[in-house]
């Protein structure tokens, strides 16, 4: 990177969330997860898309949840560039429950849903393989009551991903970091899962400590994704 260009970290807007689905399309395509649990995705792109775009927007409704995006700041303007969603689990309710705190938003979140459940209601996706999506679900569901949902606290990476020509530029750094600074605060651990090999490595580089590694694969078939709990801390301060 030249030194007339720089990174920014701020809150995400709703105005963010195309950006943010592009990124994270481009950034997960080819990963075993994703060819396990949407195999149909390239021939039903629209689908595939309106998933992650309602999934990342419930994300900006919830108000346990905070996404933040990092922005490449050049002469060229301001690109956003990559993206993360930090989320309160636990027992213990969040000290301060982030950015969902408004009425204008509480309306939007209701708005959101209701149009959600009406267009999910009509609507038969063709991108996924529902087996293996509902094995993933279980999966995921698993690990968090046994992981995250049975600590008394616990600030969880529920998403984060770089655009890829963005790669190895500290995008991912700086928005790892504003978690890690969040723990350090409240005393807590973080927790995530993965399944990317390159991502496990670098969650690893990072300080996270593999705790189990859980494998999705239905019987007699040869595809398989493993999945990696990883947690880092208690920081000590
Ligand atoms: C994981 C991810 C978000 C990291 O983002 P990033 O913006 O590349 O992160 P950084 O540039 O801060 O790099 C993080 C570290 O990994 C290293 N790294 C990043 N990309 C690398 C690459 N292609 N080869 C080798 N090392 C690499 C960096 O050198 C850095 O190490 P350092 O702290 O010693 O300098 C990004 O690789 C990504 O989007 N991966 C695909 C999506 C994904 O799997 N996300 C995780 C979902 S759980």
């Known amino acids: 990177m030249s030194i007339s260009e720089t990174l920014s970290l701020r809150p995400a807007r709703l105005g963010d969330l195309e950006d943010i689905v592009a990124i994270t399309i481009a950034a997960t395509a080819g990963q075993a997860l994703i060819s396990f649990n949407f195999p ?33 700041v050049s002469g060229d303007g301001r690109k956003v560039i990559a993206w993360v969603e930090w989320e309160w689990k636990g027992k213990d309710p969040a000290p301060h429950p982030p950015y969902c705190n408004s009425w204008t938003k509480a309306i939007g979140a ?9 267009i999910k209601s009509f609507w038969t996706r063709h991108d996924d393989n529902p087996k293996n999506r509902s094995t993933w679900i279980v ?18 990476l529920s998403a984060l991903y770089t655009q890829p020509e963005f790669q190895g530029q500290g995008s991912g750094t700086l928005l790892k970091n504003w978690g ?16 990317h090999p390159p991502s496990v490595v670098i969650y690893k580089h990072w300080g996270f400590e ?10 007699g078939e040869p ?12 920081p000590d301060n």
């Open 40 to 72: 149909h995705r390239l021939e039903f792109p629209q689908d595939y898309y309106y998933h992650w775009k309602t999934l990342i927007k419930a994300s900006f409704y919830d108000p346990n949840s905070i996404v933040l995006v990092v922005e490449k």
């Open 180 to 195: 890690l600074a969040l723990a350090k605060q409240h005393h807590t651990v973080l927790g995530v899962i993965a399944s």
């Open 139 to 156: 999966t995921k569901s698993r690990i968090d009551r046994e992981y995250w949902s049975s600590q008394s606290r616990l600030i969880y």
């Open 210 to 219: 593999e705790v189990e590694v859980v494998r999705m694969q239905q019987e």
């Open 223 to 234: 595809e398989y994704v493993d999945i990696h709990v990883l947690r880092h801390g208690p």
């Open 110 to 118: 209701r708005l959101f849903t209701i149009q959600t459940n009406i």
